[in-house]
Each structure stands twice: as C-alpha cells, then as structure tokens.
C-alpha cells in the first residue's frame, strides 16, 4: 500500500479539522459582541452536546524505546534551537515533553532515534500548525541530519 493510501484517514479527519479551524478564524473577524449575540440566539435551536461521528484513523504502534532515547538524551527538554517556553512537571514528576518525528511517520518516516525529536508542546503544535513550521522543521532535520528520511553525506 502506498504511503498516500495509509495516511488518507488521517488527512481526512485533519482536513476536517483544518475547515472548521478556518471557519472559526473567519468568524473572529466579527465583533465579540455580535459573536455573543449570535450564539445566545442559537441557544434555542442548538442542541447542548455537539453531534458525533465515527471516524477511522491510522495510528502508529510506536517504539517505547525510541520515545524514552530521544526523552534521555534531550534531557527531557525541547530540542528547538533558543526554546524559552516554560516547562511544567509531568504525572512522572519529570519535565513534560513530547517526541515528535522530524520526518512524519505518514509521509514514510522511520521510527528510529535518528529521526525523532524532544519537543515542549508549544513548538510541538507550531511545527504541526503554526506559522513557524518550515524554519522548525529545518532546524530539526539539521539536528538529526536527515533530508528526507535519509542521513546527510
């Protein structure tokens, strides 16, 4: 199966995601006010739970030492270059933070420590969302020296 054909549920739903994310920031156009008034006379007709739907998504079984390796040797800290974000203590009573794949597992990145990174989870929904996500993803592919899946010359 191609790796297009093994992400498309996931694309799917994140395609979802990302319509009604562009449906809410155009809504912020409006005034807060009207936005309120708006919703108070949807109260009537709305109904209180939002409707659900099932959804198939592929997930990735993945490597509990690949996650605790990139975790020890970042020193459970953030590998983006210059993080200033603030770190909070996690159940575990260590830093937080979150092991993220420089080249994503959908788009046929491996799941080895060559190609995994410690970020906080500010820089972890940037390099996924944000507008800093190219300059993100190439610090982190120069980190890991990866291009593409495949280690620098």
């Known amino acids: ?3 297009a054909a093994n992400s498309e549920p996931a694309l799917d739903a994140e395609a979802a995601r990302e319509r009604a994310e562009a449906a809410a920031r155009r809504l912020e156009d409006q005034d807060l006010d009207d936005l ?7 109260l009537a007709v709305r109904p209180a739970r939002p409707r659900a739907s099932s959804a198939t998504t592929r997930v990735y079984e993945r ?3 690949v996650i605790a390796i990139a975790r020890k040797r970042a020193g459970h800290r ?5 993080c200033s974000h603030p770190q909070f203590m996690a159940a575990d ?3 937080y933070c979150e092991v993220h794949h420089v080249i994503p597992l959908a788009e ?3 799941d080895r420590i060559e190609n995994a990174a410690c970020l906080c989870p500010s820089h972890h ?3 996924h969302h944000g507008s800093q996500r190219s300059i ?3 610090q982190l592919k120069q980190l890991r020296a990866v291009v593409s899946g495949e280690p620098d010359p």
């Open 1 to 3: 199966m191609s790796t």
């Open 63 to 65: 490597d509990q030492l």
């Open 136 to 138: 993100i993803e190439v």
């Open 36 to 42: 309120l008034a708006r919703y108070h006379a949807s």
């Open 78 to 82: 953030c590998e983006v270059p210059g």
């Open 108 to 110: 046929g990145g491996e």
């Open 93 to 95: 009573g260590l830093p």
């Open 125 to 127: 929904r940037e390099v």
